[in-house]
């Protein structure tokens, strides 16, 4: 089940605001219930961040990764 809402939200496009992001949202995961609604969000959103992140990192020069 994926929040469309969330899913189209705009992601912030530098990395260290997508990193601080991703521990925010590391805590929100931790802290909500296994399987709630917050949970299986706070992980999607943690899989689009991770790939904003990669997509900074490899279009590093030199690539970061």
Request: glycine share 4%.
């Amino acid at each position: 089940m994926v929040d469309h809402e969330a899913a189209s939200t705009p992601l912030p496009q530098t990395r260290d605001e997508l990193l601080a992001l991703h521990r925010e949202t590391r805590r929100q995961r931790n802290a909500a219930p296994h399987g709630s609604h917050d949970h299986v969000a706070a992980i999607d959103l943690l899989g689009r961040i991770e790939v904003e992140v990669a997509r900074i990192e490899r279009a590093a020069d030199p690539p970061l990764i």
